[in-house]
């Protein structure tokens, strides 16, 4: 039995942890960290899982979770995670991170989009960027995992493999993005009323959100090559998933028959990574409550263009899914142990 | 031209009294006034407005308003128009306020569900219960009008007719009512955020909600008798509307044409209710943007008990729509003047 | 293995019966019918099923059936099954129905109710009526079971241990029930359609919902006398739950300890009842995507009367999730095997 | 007063024609046609008008429709218009016509992305694009309209500012638009059922929607060149609502500030038009309920391009109320007449 700690188990992400692990045949949880809610049950605050777990949400500390848990979810503020983790780390635990703090190869690309200065920028050498169906081998072998975020995993697997096999050019790539309202986390906030949400669409941080330097950063390496994106969010009334469309300049020469057969070859056996039948698109119901991407796509021959759309759960496949599926990997269980792969709908 | 001011313009009935006023024909703005938002124009808070209208937030100075205003109304949290409301009153303009302070004939209802201790007691021999379909006269008259509540509105008018008229039992009343998130206000909090809203149904204050004394207080005077009732508030993922589902023990020997008849005398003439056709019930979309209430019922003969379905726009007939139908009474307008009769819909 | 098949497997309790099925540890899929889809995969219509399940509908053949299925589930609309069900039963397979046409004690009430004729009202002599939490023996011992509705399971369990013990009357209950869409099924309709349903509310078959016959039916049983019920289903804007509120009048002396006495007696141990902690009421949010039926309650002292608010989720305690326990007791599986007791939040 | 008629009164653009119509201070309806519910009254069919307009409609007799009107709307699906318009302009009346069969400035672009042979092409000499910010003088001088698209007016109205003053380039235009359920009409599909549509998005018709072609001719004439566009239209689940995401690569050396200039230049003056202030962008809740389109923009330094925002309710700016602007411009009437420029917020 793998022994799991979370530190910030009230937030959606940290409840959707409990949530999976607390069903995880292989794990064993031992301390949910809280530090709003001490001292009260997870299962008040989130009656969802009564009859499920019910476990006392204790003060964070960093030492005794270490010393008891063969892992530690954490899912903090990114920067706050600055001095806990490498408390953990160093304590020799394992630790996966749903922060932005370990997601990097480069500190400079963190500090220039975050803003901030990085407490540990060492610890990036050690920390692998957790997105198994393109770092599955490296993951195995961590310790400290930069847990991506969820327009990030969505929008990298929808155009990674026809960058990286040359299909489509590096120039001009746009990713229109829609997230559902769980994104934004549960604090109440303006942006997440219901009355200001509700039958209404937005953008927001165009040209601007971080996750932008995430996707860069991955399709460079995928690529070859510098790929820049004009990455545009956009919040629609849903509480979980998202949908990325992602547009591609076909290289020349290239139709719809290399473009299936490139996302075939990059996703065969992947078991959460759901390649959509010809003719066929996916919606986000169609992950809602799993742990798959789907992927479809319309080769646009008038302007030979490649339109990819990517859906995925962004508390699962976009957060505490994935979390879950690296823990797998760091401990070489089943990657699909107690992730679910059928969605609930309708 | 009625010169109207708004103390509390940002709330979502603050904010709706302005759309409604800034179209109305024979009315000018003179001030809006906010706490938090002093020196922003309206129309930068809710660019719903942009094109329409354009007005700085003030600093609220009661002398001032009641000076160059005809009219105020009052949209302040109850108890804090303790203040304020006595100074406007005695400084000769008239006031319509959103709060429960003024509904009351007896003070000690107020205190006793409210509990806090009435500033001006003294005030609730001059104030009128501002329900045009029953109090229509004594508006006309007043100079302070206590606008009632949404759900108050709604079950009034769907339970008095039959309680007066003698068809129904005042015994084992009982008031189902759904309410939008609209009704909650626009502050953002825990009850409000959409991920804790959507897709889910809830029932608050049963047994409790304040609403219920203000429905007893109208319907024992309907009724000619005391009526106690079971009123229960759901909250359900819509922004606007009120749905009520009022049971009701028939009297001996009545049917449904007893039960029609009472409604289309009740109503006869209204403009702002609708006795839905034979073999209709009103749903919420009949009504939302419309200042009207849509009442509709069923006789259930095996039971002998009628069930009333009723449906109005909170933040219209219910809230700011009524409001300027009482000032329209108030100063001898069209009663009818610039509220829209027609839904949005769909 | 017991070996499984669905008659009716492409509507959305036919689907989810699927999706439960497929995953369930002791159970092997062995056929799906489907009238309209015959030979499309069950995963090309529910893509959500995309890496878990894929399985050629076919045509409904009895016989076939009933000899390769340890078990088989009728989805289809009341009355349909009258002739299927017979074969399959008489074949010697055991079959549970999703219909209403063996729920009765009674012919009667079923014809009077639903207005045909029974097919086979001898069937109703073996027929069980598929509650667990009420009839778990007379299940475990049967083999033709009728599943209850997902209004009923809901209105059931909210009020039959009051009445059971004597704490409420029999007289003035009142049940208003609320409903996602799902339950309207997966058939086009304008009832269903977004723009009808989407910010609105509405009551629908007021008093004179089939389900009204089932509840009474079952709370006559418990009460040890007749029960007659005002039941008011309406639809509200979200795919799942079911939200029923319960007027009961208490008996004389009963307040709110005996009521949590007797709500604690009778579902102590029940895996998929959750008593709610005292102050707490349950919301739609808390059972989605699970197979409880979260209750609560509040008693008004003021009018000696008890308000009972009860969710589940009508596709899973409501329909197919029940299908699968009642499947687990025919078999002497674990109640619980292959059922979510944990809710999908947000 | 002008007389106006409606062919299709009954489709959800046909019923806000109605609701607009019957409360413009200059317009006497005259008929509305229905080939489903001749016989029936409007308000039965839409109760939501009970209290505004009570009409029963009629079936079509385009002779009699022309002779007694000064002005007929037709909303029928493409093609369809093909008999009844000619007879209607040939009578001597005004048509405004909602399908795609008269926007079109060259027949063969029309039968390409429709499909079909066109009727009259000889029509479309004398049919005008009904887009008032593009094209009011032709307006004024038309007697038939072709009105546009939802998705067309606000794609248009977001990027051929920029393109017409050579702010932007021609290559690599990407359009990403989001609609309501309501633009997919009132019929019953599986594409409108709730439970497919709620808490879900998706993509569909890609690069291959009809409504790109309109995009294309109007954007070429203001580029004064080529523009082809990459269109992909989503549904996300609100009733009312288009956002339109419109990505062009910024001609070398235009910045922010020509930006502003250029929009502000194009729609000064304009009553439906807003440009929102610096630093805030358009949210569908600013628009819903209201004939406006609101646009915002932010230029993208890092990869000099620009990602221009619009919204607009379709079934107003969208359809109907861009078809009753127009109907002002055809009789001289203020442009604005009975048209609401406030949304509905919240």
């Known amino acids: 039995m793998v022994k799991a ?3 910030g188990a009230t937030g959606y992400v940290g409840a959707e942890l409990v949530r999976l692990l607390s069903q995880h045949p292989q794990v064993e949880l031992v301390y949910l ?7 009260k049950d997870i299962a008040a605050l989130y009656p969802s899982l009564l009859g499920t777990v019910r476990k006392e ?13 063969d892992v530690v979810f954490t899912s903090l503020p990114h920067g706050a995670s600055g001095e806990v983790i490498p408390k953990l780390y160093e304590a020799g635990t394992r630790v996966i991170d749903m922060s932005g703090d370990f997601r990097y190869d480069d500190v400079k690309t963190y500090e220039a989009w975050y ?15 957790g997105l198994p169906e393109l770092h599955r081998e490296e993951i195995r072998a961590a310790r400290l995992v930069g847990n991506p975020g969820c327009y990030t995993t969505c929008s990298i697997l929808a ?3 026809l960058l990286r096999d040359g299909l489509a050019s590096r120039e001009n790539v746009i990713i229109d993005a829609k997230s559902g309202v769980t994104g934004a ?7 997440s009323h219901f009355c200001e949400v509700d039958e209404s669409l937005k953008a927001y941080n165009v040209a601007r959100h971080r996750h932008t330097s995430e996707i860069e950063q991955e399709l460079t390496k995928a690529a070859g090559g510098e790929v820049l994106v004009s990455f545009t969010p956009h919040l629609v009334p849903i509480k979980r998933g998202i949908f990325a469309t992602v547009y591609l300049n076909l290289a020349p020469g290239v139709g719809a ?19 959509m039948p010809e003719g066929q698109l996916p919606e986000v119901k169609h992950v809602t409550g799993s742990n798959r991407c789907a992927i479809g796509f ?12 990517a859906v995925l759960d962004n508390l699962l496949k976009g957060a505490a899914g994935q979390a879950v599926q690296n823990m797998n990997l760091l401990f070489g269980l089943p990657e699909t142990m107690g992730l679910p792969t059928a969605a609930l709908c309708p």
Request: glycine share 6%.
């Open 33 to 39: 960290s809280s530090q709003s809610y001490e001292g």
């Open 5 to 7: 700690s979370i530190v």
């Open 185 to 191: 986390g549960a604090k109440p906030s303006a942006n």
């Open 159 to 161: 155009a990674a493999p």
């Open 57 to 69: 949400l204790v003060a964070l500390d960093a030492e005794k979770f270490a010393a008891e848990s």
């Open 298 to 309: 319309v080769v646009d021959e008038r302007l030979h263009r490649v339109v990819v759309c």
């Open 115 to 129: 803003g901030v200065t990085h407490a540990r920028p060492d610890l990036l050498d050690v920390s692998v960027y």
């Open 257 to 275: 028959e290399q473009v299936r057969a490139s996302f075939e070859a990059a996703y065969a056996g992947e078991p959460f990574v759901t390649l």
